[in-house]
């Protein structure tokens, strides 16, 4: 008995230890963004996981979500938690690092290594609010450049959930001879109004925040904490279902065994939910927040080729695969049928699985074997 | 080919090599993947079944998880060089229109379908006055999926009434190919393949 448990450590050990490399990507060149402003020596912070073969054919790009980052299955610097991403990527995974090389990038924009508002702008003072605003197509002409500088001409796959989701299509649209497979998961060809309405709610509670300072707390002792804590808060309840809330807390209290009739957290799912802001506020910056909900809201991929998504990806030969959650009410089902209808009019090879879970957006991050099944099986 | 049920081998035996084919209730994908892997051919499939569509994905095949009965329309004309109808006509809410979707998304269509007018439900109609449940058609009528009911005869008659052509048929009984004579009798399956 002994033996077997010490064997199982073992082996969760070696499963849990992904070999990977940091590295910084200095564009060689200025960006050029949709807004017509240029981004002066932008740089890229990536993670790479598993080896490039030979001919250059076998890299995987990895796209984060809005507050993701490159650490998909990597422990994260400053919270120490494992990759956000470790169950699908790394050796024997869906995503395997044994055969693929993975290749995963901070977006420009945020903040945990490439160019962002926090970075030192061209005065020596951090952008701040000076930073152009960007969009979803930017984030992904950075990462284009990234794979020029990795001399990747042509992607085996590109991967991503929700906004990752939303860089992944962006690629197959914008550049599509750079892809093979695009995997897209819970997620959209363009932010609703409701998408919009729940994003504006965020900002305008980290402008609220008088520790904001118009963007430029760099100057002071405080950060816009409080504000950007309730934008997460907002969000984190987007991320997930009615259902899965229910299951999670229902009514229970939380460290009490009666209403407090006061305005503590009472109730479990409020203590969750503070947690969720204030933990947040320890790795992300509030101006990247705001520059970030602004990309994807300005996404309309139809939008960007004349107003037909299936112009979007006329002549594409990659091969597509989308998955959506049925409790996802952030990026519902119906976003995914539609981008796959606008693929099957465009005659592109496409695959569409609506896999059932019962935590809403969230679903993608959380074990699922008919997704690890879909993933492993269109990889391939 | 060898593993496939006897009218989707005989779909797989006639299907062009190197077409353009769309599987219309592809199931696990079975004739999906040996019209690729063995002729060649480009092949979507739709499913309504996400269980069955996780399956396809799983082994690389290019499924839309779907109701035939709405979503062809997605589809452009004449984007495939075949759509395949296997098993699935007699589900179908409007089976004539259905025909109509698959002749135009395609520019040729194989359809198979559950004969009703065999002699074993004849017989099971006539002697029993009960709604047959035979080997061919094996669920009670209360909880079938085959909504809309066809013999061979019927589906003659209503390919000539949407102008369709019918370019070859087989049928089949006992899990073997069998001749035209008294198929409408004798076939417990049939396959068409129409054009327009």
């Given at each position: 008995m002994a033996a077997k448990a010490a064997n199982l450590q073992f082996s969760t050990r070696v499963t849990s230890f992904v070999q990977h490399t940091s590295a910084t990507y200095q564009l060689p060149d200025a960006l050029p963004l949709d807004s017509g402003k240029v981004l002066e020596s932008a740089e890229i912070a990536y993670e790479t996981y598993g080896a490039l073969n030979a001919d250059r054919s076998n890299a995987v790009?990895?796209?984060?979500?809005?507050?993701?980052?490159?650490?998909?299955?990597?422990?994260?610097?400053?919270?120490?938690?494992?990759?956000?991403?470790?169950?699908?990527?790394?050796?024997?995974?869906?995503?395997?690092?044994?055969?693929?090389?993975?290749?995963?990038?901070?977006?420009?924009?945020?903040?945990?290594?490439?160019?962002g508002p926090a970075s030192t702008g061209p005065g020596g003072e951090p952008y701040a609010m000076r930073f152009p605003v960007i969009t979803i197509r930017d984030m992904v002409r950075a990462l284009v450049a990234l794979l020029d500088g990795l001399g990747i001409e042509r992607l085996h796959c590109v991967v991503g959930g929700s906004m990752g989701g939303m860089q992944a299509l962006s690629l197959a649209?914008?550049?599509?001879?750079?892809?093979?497979?695009?995997?897209?998961?819970?997620?959209?060809?363009?932010?609703?109004?409701?998408?919009?309405?729940?994003?504006?709610?965020?900002?305008?509670?980290?402008?609220?925040?008088?520790?904001?300072?118009?963007?430029?707390?760099?100057?002071?002792?405080?950060?816009?904490?409080?504000?950007?804590?309730?934008?997460?808060?907002?969000?984190?309840?987007?991320?997930?279902?009615?259902?899965?809330?229910?299951?999670?807390?229902?009514?229970?209290?939380?460290?009490?065994?009666?209403?407090?009739?006061?305005?503590?957290?009472?109730?479990?799912?409020?203590?969750?939910?503070?947690?969720?802001?204030?933990?947040?506020?320890?790795?992300?910056?509030?101006?990247?927040?705001?520059?970030?909900?602004?990309?994807?809201?300005?996404?309309?991929?139809?939008?960007?080729?004349g107003g037909k998504l299936a112009n979007a990806f006329t002549g594409t030969d990659a091969r597509f695969c989308v998955v959506s959650f049925d409790t996802d009410w952030l990026y519902p089902t119906a976003e995914s049928r539609h981008v796959v209808h606008a693929l099957n009019a465009a005659g592109a090879k496409v695959s569409f699985v609506e896999l059932s879970a019962n935590a809403g957006h969230d679903s993608f991050l959380l074990p699922h074997e008919q997704l690890d099944r879909v993933v492993r099986g269109f990889v391939e | 080919m060898k593993n496939l049920r006897p009218d989707l081998a005989a779909i797989a035996a006639h299907v062009e090599p190197g077409s353009r084919a769309l599987d219309i209730g592809c199931g696990d994908g079975g004739l999906m993947a040996v019209l690729e892997g063995e002729k060649g051919c480009d092949v979507r499939g739709i499913e309504i079944d996400p269980v069955l569509v996780e399956r396809c994905v799983s082994r690389g095949l290019s499924v839309v998880q779907g109701d035939a009965n709405t979503d062809l329309t997605e589809y452009p004309d004449k984007a495939f060089d075949y759509a395949i109808l296997s098993q699935t006509l007699q589900t179908a809410i409007r089976p004539d229109r259905m025909l109509d979707e698959l002749l135009r998304v395609g520019r040729r269509a194989f359809v198979s379908f559950p004969n009703f007018a065999h002699w074993?439900?004849?017989?099971?109609?006539?002697?029993?006055?009960?709604?047959?449940?035979?080997?061919?058609?094996?669920?009670?009528?209360?909880?079938?999926?085959?909504?809309?009911?066809?013999?061979?005869?019927?589906?003659?008659?209503?390919?000539?009434?949407?102008?369709?052509?019918?370019?070859?048929?087989?049928?089949?009984?006992?899990?073997?190919?069998?001749?035209?004579?008294?198929?409408?009798?004798?076939?417990?399956?049939?396959?068409?393949?129409?054009?327009?």
């Open positions: 790009l990895i796209c984060h979500a809005l507050t993701g980052d490159q650490y998909v299955a990597s422990e994260h610097p400053i919270t120490g938690k494992p990759g956000w991403w470790e169950r699908m990527v790394g050796p024997g995974k869906p995503i395997d690092t044994d055969r693929f090389h993975v290749i995963c990038a901070n977006v420009i924009g945020s903040c945990m290594g490439s160019t649209a914008n550049w599509p001879d750079r892809a093979a497979r695009v995997l897209v998961i819970a997620s959209t060809t363009r932010h609703s109004a409701q998408n919009i309405a729940f994003h504006e709610l965020g900002r305008q509670a980290i402008m609220a925040d008088p520790a904001w300072a118009g963007g430029d707390y760099h100057t002071t002792d405080a950060k816009p904490d409080n504000g950007l804590a309730v934008a997460r808060m907002a969000a984190h309840i987007t991320y997930l279902s009615e259902e899965g809330l229910t299951d999670k807390f229902g009514r229970r209290l939380q460290d009490r065994d009666a209403k407090s009739f006061g305005f503590e957290a009472d109730f479990q799912v409020e203590s969750y939910l503070r947690y969720q802001g204030s933990g947040f506020t320890q790795r992300f910056d509030a101006n990247s927040y705001l520059y970030i909900t602004r990309a994807m809201d300005y996404f309309d991929l139809a939008e960007e080729h | 074993r439900t004849r017989k099971a109609l006539l002697m029993g006055g009960r709604m047959p449940v035979t080997r061919a058609l094996p669920v009670s009528w209360y909880e079938t999926d085959n909504i809309h009911h066809v013999t061979i005869e019927d589906f003659r008659d209503l390919a000539r009434a949407k102008g369709a052509v019918i370019e070859r048929a087989w049928h089949f009984a006992n899990g073997r190919a069998i001749g035209r004579i008294g198929a409408n009798w004798r076939a417990e399956f049939a396959v068409f393949e129409l054009s327009r």
